[in-house]
Each structure stands twice: as C-alpha cells, then as structure tokens.
C-alpha cells in the first residue's frame, strides 16, 4: 500500500513556475512507478509526465516537453514536478499517481494509487 500527498500548489503569473511535490508513505516507494496527472475543470484527467522506478525512464506528454521536469528522491520517498514557463492552460488540479512495476502508463487507470491532487493556478 501507498499513500501520496501532493504539496506546492498555488497561484503564479504566466512565464512563472513552480515546482510540486508527492510525499509517499511504505517502505516501498523504490518499486512504484510515479506519474503526474492532472484535470482542469470540465475536461478529463491527463497524463503529463512519468518516472520509472528501477533506471529513472521519464515519459512526457507533447503539450509540457521542454517546459516540465519529473523527478524523484527515493531515500526520501518524494517525486517532483517542476514546471516552468508556465501558461493558463495549465490551470488545473495536479495528482501524484503510483503503479507497481517498472513502466510508465499514460493511461489513468494503470495506477492503483492516488493523492488528493494540488491545485495549480495560472493566471494571463
């Protein structure tokens, strides 16, 4: 089991960045594949990025290549997201997703296990 809690939302002029975080609990966390996900109101939940659990492979979506940057911190059971040149489509609510295994699913419902989600604000 893991639990995830996103941290470092908020609200930032567009060209700003920010960078969020996932806190996960369990012993585990070095085994779960991470992925960010995120909704904006009246659309669906979308991938945005990725990281693998065993080499640290990262996947992207097209719409954040060159401007997001996924990480992770095993030894302190933490992923990153930092996001820069950031626009107001980006508005959305972010959520930290965990999957057993070793790959990288763009697709929601590979991953067992979510966070509450953090809200990110852009404003033109």
């Known amino acids: 089991q893991v639990q995830l809690v996103e941290s470092g939302g908020g609200l930032v002029q567009a060209g700003g960045s920010l960078r969020v975080s996932c806190a996960a609990s369990?012993?585990?966390?070095?085994?779960?594949?991470m992925g960010w996900f995120r909704q904006a109101p009246g659309k669906e939940r979308e991938f945005v990025a990725g990281?693998?659990?065993?080499?640290?492979?990262?996947n992207y979506a097209n719409f954040v290549k060159g401007r997001f940057t996924i990480s992770r911190d095993n030894s302190k059971n933490t992923v990153f997201l930092q996001m820069n040149s950031l626009q107001p489509e980006d508005t959305a609510v972010y959520y930290c997703?965990?999957?057993?295994?070793?790959?990288?699913?763009?697709?929601?419902?590979?991953?067992?296990?979510w966070g509450q989600g953090t809200q990110v604000t852009v404003s033109s």
């Open positions: 990281i693998s659990w065993f080499n640290g492979n990262t």
């Open positions: 997703a965990a999957r057993r295994g070793d790959r990288v699913f763009e697709i929601d419902r590979e991953y067992a296990y």
């Open positions: 369990g012993r585990t966390f070095g085994s779960y594949t």
